[in-house]
């Protein structure tokens, strides 16, 4: 369902500002990067745009969306 691909990008969101701040990488680039991607990928789900996404880390893991 696309509120449960929507609630997984939020998850993966914040888990990823956490990691940041706990243990930053020093590339503020990258990791502005990772965040600006994860809130695009959420604006475009909610909106309908995007029927199936993936992400590589912290593991591989595919999502297809549905109505």
Do not use: C, Q, W, Y
């Not at 503020?28 to 789900?45: D, Q």
């Amino acid at each position: 369902m696309r509120a449960s691909a929507v609630l997984f990008l939020l998850n993966r969101r914040r888990a990823l500002l956490e990691e940041i701040a706990v243990t930053p990488s020093g590339n503020v680039e990258l990791e502005s990067k990772g965040v600006e991607l994860i809130e695009r990928l959420i604006l475009n789900v909610r909106a309908g745009r995007v029927r199936a996404f993936g992400l590589d880390h912290p593991t591989a893991v595919t999502v297809f969306v549905s109505d």
